[in-house]
């Protein structure tokens, strides 16, 4: 079975950086595409940010220009920098993994709170 790991949520002022961190116990080329999704209390989860196999990225709207998603073939993790976090940041984010004819994958869910 695939096992995704994440790391790195916590607690942030406005403004703040966090970087996230989702460890794939197979190949990251084993996925079609790779990402994050996040879900605040009573809102759906949305995509907050993916890349495919051949490296493309894609960003939601509300973090373009503010988020950054990587990620390391050799130590098979996918990492998403959070830069000027906003309180609205707030939210459980998951890590997903995608393959072609089989569910999807998920982590466990790492928190981000963005508070003063």
């Known amino acids: 079975q695939v096992q995704l790991v994440e790391s790195g949520g916590g607690l942030v002022q406005p403004g703040g950086s966090l970087r996230l961190s989702c460890a794939a116990s197979?190949?990251?080329?084993?996925?079609?595409?790779m990402g994050w999704y996040r879900q605040a209390p009573g809102k759906q989860r949305e995509l907050v940010a993916a890349?495919?196999?051949?490296?493309?990225?894609n960003y939601a709207d509300s973090v373009k220009g503010r988020f950054t998603i990587s990620r390391d073939i050799a130590k098979k993790t996918v990492d998403l920098q959070m830069n000027s976090l906003k309180p609205e940041d707030t939210a459980v984010y998951y890590c997903?993994?995608?393959?072609?004819?089989?569910?999807?994958?998920w982590g466990q869910g790492t928190q981000v709170t963005v508070s003063s």
């Open positions: 197979v190949s990251i080329f084993s996925f079609n595409a």
């Open positions: 997903n993994g995608r393959r072609l004819r089989l569910p999807d994958s």
């Open positions: 890349i495919t196999s051949g490296g493309s990225t």
